[in-house]
């Protein structure tokens, strides 16, 4: 007896592997991607100090670069969870600066403390350390509702405000590439796809035999 393949399914099942296919490609494209622009970020990591870009916080080329600011006030504080030097979990606080002669606003991370009412003793003054990607301040639903928009650059302050902590310097050696775990996972997805399509054939042909 011939055996003849359902037409429809199969041309179902077919057009969903090829796409799980084409998004695990495009994956190893992003994680290669990803790769190169880790070995970029760990680069800037070792650049000389430059001074903060007060009138384009928001450039990505200086992503982990050590950064120099002056903040002449600070303007107000807000706290998020962070980790010292040391491993130890905390609150980091972050200052919201204002370079007068700059006529610019940028935010600082000034160190960890134990409780997140402490009250650091800082009023400004000269800051270094390394840059990363200001707090999103849009919240999970904003952040979902919205497309993604520029992050300004923050410094985290290698040397604390009085009474806190240091935070952690941020490393990108231990950036994590997801792209590699889900292009392994849209390939899976493929394969899966396939061996349940076969043993549902091989089922159907045996019942209709």
């Excluded at 935010?107 to 009412?117: E, L, N, T």
């Excluded at 302050?157 to 009474?163: D, I, V, W």
Aim: charged share 20%.
């Amino acid at each position: 007896m011939r055996r003849r393949l359902p037409v429809l399914a199969t041309l179902l099942v077919g057009l969903a592997v090829a796409t799980m296919i084409a998004l695990g490609f495009w994956q190893l494209g992003r994680a290669r991607e990803r790769d190169a622009g880790k070995q970029q970020m760990v680069a800037h990591s070792r650049l000389p100090v430059v001074e903060y870009p007060y009138g384009d916080g928001d450039r990505e080329d200086l992503m982990f670069r050590r950064l120099s600011a002056t903040c002449d006030a600070v303007n107000s504080w807000e706290v998020r969870g962070g980790e010292a030097v040391d491993g130890r979990s905390g609150w980091r606080h972050i200052a919201t600066c204002i370079s007068q002669s700059n006529h610019a606003i940028f935010k600082v991370d000034m160190g960890i403390s134990s409780a997140p009412d402490a009250r650091p003793a800082w009023t400004g003054g000269s800051v270094v350390g390394r840059a990363v990607h200001a707090p999103d301040t849009r919240g999970i639903v904003g952040g979902a509702l919205r497309r993604k928009v520029a992050r300004p650059l923050m410094i985290v302050s290698e040397t604390p405000a009085p009474g806190l902590s240091p935070s952690r310097q941020p490393d990108p050696s231990e950036e994590t590439n997801s792209s590699w775990s889900y292009a392994g996972q849209w390939f899976l997805f493929a394969l899966t796809a396939l061996v349940i399509y076969v043993i549902a054939l091989r089922r159907r042909w045996r019942e209709s035999a």
